[in-house]
């Protein structure tokens, strides 16, 4: 019997609407910054740029869950936890429980966490 592959489906499945609406929000935001893919597992979805993995999600029963790899520390009452993931990366786990959570602020992580899925971690001190 062959293993089941998730899908984003599978994660949409079940989930109040208002989260999976801020899921599909969530999404908007990054494809507005350019193309990605999908890595898709049980526990997560995870987008994935042209280097590596940079942000990830899913709706939950209380909202959104997601994460962000920055290459520095955020504090906000939006992020439950920061931790460092290499030297030069640290992955910031999100809660979103309102759409006007995903304001600005939150597109300039979104914006930073895409360069590091095109490699801006990898790039030399400017």
Request: proline content about 6%.
């Amino acid at each position: 019997m062959a293993p089941t592959e998730w899908t984003v489906d599978d994660h949409l499945a079940g989930q109040p609407a208002s989260s999976v609406a801020l899921y599909r929000r969530f999404i908007e935001m990054v494809e507005a910054c350019g193309p990605f893919s999908y890595a898709v597992s049980k526990s997560t979805i995870t987008l994935k740029g042209t280097r590596r993995g940079f942000a990830g999600g899913k709706p939950t029963g209380r909202g959104l869950a997601a994460y962000l790899d920055l290459q520095r520390v955020v504090t906000d009452p939006r992020i439950i936890s920061s931790a460092p993931y290499t030297n030069r990366l640290f992955v910031h786990q999100i809660r979103i429980t309102s759409a006007d959570q995903l304001d600005e602020e939150f597109m300039g992580w979104v914006r930073e966490a895409y360069a590091v899925g095109q490699g801006a971690h990898m790039a030399g001190p400017a």
